[in-house]
């Protein structure tokens, strides 16, 4: 129901900071909540962070906690995932999904997330 497409990645050197942003179509977008996922060469697929659809509740994956600060705007229609302090282990692809019901909320699971972006790739150097 809800396509998403990510973009802001890029390459950045460690310490460095990065926005991305997360485009959604549809019209209820406000009624979804929304998270980011990375997926490093190699390794599964892991939670970053997570957002209510009133944006007024948040969480965050421990890796990244007090570095990475999710945040949306649904009159726009965009989630973004602002990023600071970047280390080299936050190289992956970077996928926004939006959960799979409307008005749910969402943990840290996959499988709570019904549709997913193309991913964008962040790599931070050494």
């Known amino acids: 129901q809800v396509q998403l497409v990510e973009s802001g990645g890029g390459l950045v050197q460690a310490g460095g900071s990065l926005r991305l942003s997360c485009a959604a179509s549809g019209r209820t977008f406000s009624s979804y909540a929304m998270g980011w996922f990375r997926q490093a060469s190699g390794k599964e697929r892991e939670f970053v962070a997570r957002i209510s659809w009133t944006g007024g509740s948040t969480y965050y994956a421990n890796s990244v906690k007090g570095r990475f600060t999710i945040s949306r705007d649904n009159a726009k229609n965009m989630v973004y995932l602002q990023m600071s302090s970047l280390q080299p282990e936050d190289s992956a692809v970077y996928y926004c999904?939006?959960?799979?019901?409307?008005?749910?909320?969402?943990?840290?699971?996959?499988?709570?997330?019904?549709?997913w972006g193309q991913g964008t790739q962040v790599t931070v150097s050494s």
């Open positions: 999904a939006a959960a799979s019901r409307r008005y749910t909320p969402v943990t840290e699971t996959i499988a709570d997330f019904g549709s």
